[in-house]
Each structure stands twice: as structure tokens, then as C-alpha cells.
């Protein structure tokens, strides 16, 4: 299944495709970040392939390379049973393209990518924190955010009594 894949998305995004790599029988293909969008939509619209679930969105953070960050998007076809991993890379403040038009759990996915890495989605419909707390200051999930063994408060606790266990 994985040369259909290629073999499909080479013929309408050829210059679009940075790097191909296989490991167990899993295909991952980076793209550039500007054409994640037409690329996700050729993917869920082709009759052989039918990428119809977004099964995963996330990020990683490199911090000594250039550029900075991977996002991650794990596809897989329900009805065709086969699975592909596409990433675009990113450098700190730059933006990549939303795909919420193609999966709607994108919304979700992207907000916890932007609110533990910082990495914003153009076309985003409600970008906001999902997880930490609206004043929360950094992003917990990239590699230089600061370790300390201060006990964080988050704001709607600071004002609620302790918990007693009976």
C-alpha cells in the first residue's frame, strides 16, 4: 500500500514532498508546510487511499535544528485499513496552515500543539490554551521550558480550600 501512496501523491505534489522514510512498514513523508493543506485534502478525497481519520496531530521539538519543530499528523482509512504519518517542520514563530477544514478533530489536536509548543494555525476557528490555564506563561512541552521544584497553583484553585480524604 505504501508505493500507492507515494506512487498517488508524487503525480499531483511532486515538489511538494521533502523527504521519504520507512520504518517497519510504516511510511512517514514530510511535506512543505504550505501545501499540508491540498496535500491532507488529495489524501482524504482520493477513491484509493480515503485518509478519513486524523488520528493523531502533535509536535516535537528539536531544539538544535533548524528548523525547530516537527508537527506530526497520523492518518489512517477505515475503510482501507492502512495508515501514513506526514510532517512538516517549522521554526520558532512560524505559523502552519490549519487542516480543520479537511478533519474537524484538528481543532482540538492544533490547540494542544499550540498550547504545549507555542506553534500557531493560520485559519485556525478558536485558537486557544486547551490544556494549561490562560495565564499560564511558556509552553510545557518545548525542551528549554524551565524545570523548577516550585509547586504550581493554577488560578481556579488559588482560592479553593484543600481536599480532606475520610
Partial sequence: MNEIILKNLKEKFTDSIVEVGEFRHELTIVVRKDDIVPICQFLRDDPELRFNFLSDLCG????ERKPRFDVVYNLY???KNHRVRFKVRVDDGENV???TPVWGTANW???????MFGI????HPDLRRILMSEDWEGHPLRKDFPLTKEEVMFNYNKDRPPRTVK
Fill in 120 to 123: 500557531k494555525f493560520d485559519g
Fill in 77 to 79: 482509512s477505515i475503510s
Fill in 60 to 63: 516535537v521539538d528539536y531544539p
Fill in 109 to 115: 489536536h492544533e490547540r494542544e500543539v499550540f498550547d
Fill in 97 to 99: 496552515p490549519s487542516v
